[in-house]
């Protein structure tokens, strides 16, 4: 495939050579679409991969299983978290791909993101790679909560959390906390057992299910739109090998270095909500 990286750069009332190139490869297909976390920040969600994110200390699924005091420090975070989570809203980047979705030009999302945006936008067949902060699983029974039921019932019994002096945040949900040995963690009221956010965590697999059926996504599909991903996690650049192995178009729409680059048929270095509104209009 040629490669051509352009920036999209100002908008003065007519559309960039990027944009032009893109519709070019994409009119007239049934497309799929990957995102990862930079279609969000313009959500106020903040993007660790991205240029000038912040460092963090990713959760380790293994650490979590074994350490009571790990369990108490991530959910300290994560409950923190979830307020500023569920109070987004989805930006014109999620709603763009709803609308292109709704027209039929768009066959469907694969997401990276754990924020549920696109569903609040209107998009219907979401593949979430990596599972959902608004749900909530048990890893004895498999009983699945509501996030905001495991929030409320936390606030009450966790109310301490609510002082600043208590707890410091970082990003990813690591957290300081000065009282973690008061931290009353959430469990199963089924059985008791451990409750986890139902998200992949680092050292857990994306469940084969989940990536069958990305995989069916994009194999149905006649060109691939990936916006705001770095393409670092190994299911998103597995999805960019199947398109790539069957010669359909690929377009990269993320600031900075992907990945995928250098096998995409275009890569626009620019911001997703602008590239995905212009498109959604010409397509």
């Not at 990813?172 to 089924?190: A, F, H, K, S």
Request: contains cysteine.
């Amino acid at each position: 495939m040629s490669i051509a990286t352009l920036p999209a750069g100002e908008r003065d009332g007519t559309l960039t050579p990027a944009l032009d190139a893109a519709v070019r490869l994409l009119d007239g297909r049934r497309i799929a679409v990957l995102t990862g976390a930079g279609v969000s920040t313009d959500s106020g969600i903040p993007d660790y991969r991205g240029e000038g994110a912040p460092r963090r200390t990713p959760m380790q699924f293994a650490t979590f299983l074994a350490e009571e005091r790990a369990r108490k420090r991530y959910w300290a975070g994560s409950h923190l978290g979830w307020e500023h989570f569920s109070s987004v809203a989805p930006n014109a980047g999620h709603r763009a791909i709803a609308e292109l979705e709704a027209r039929g030009v768009v066959t469907g999302v694969v997401t990276q993101n754990v924020d549920g945006l696109h569903a609040q936008a209107g998009s219907r067949r979401i593949v979430e790679l990596h599972g959902a902060m608004r749900r909530v699983t048990c890893l004895v029974c498999g009983q699945t909560f509501a996030r905001d039921d495991i929030a409320q019932r936390m606030a009450r019994e966790n109310p301490w959390l609510g002082y600043p002096d208590a707890v410091q945040t970082g990003p990813d949900g690591d957290v300081e906390i000065e009282y973690v040995d008061r931290m009353v963690l959430p469990y199963c009221t089924v059985c008791g057992g451990t409750l986890k956010p139902d998200v992949v965590f680092f050292g857990e697999f994306v469940p084969a299910t989940v990536f069958s059926a990305a995989r069916s996504l994009v194999a149905g599909a006649d060109a691939l739109l990936i916006a705001g991903s770095s393409l670092v996690v190994n299911s998103g650049i597995r999805l960019l090998d199947q398109a790539t192995k069957r010669r359909i178009p690929v377009v990269i729409v993320n600031r900075g270095e992907t990945r995928g680059d250098r096998r995409a048929s275009l890569k626009i270095e620019a911001g997703t909500s602008e590239v995905l509104s212009s498109l959604a209009a010409r397509l």
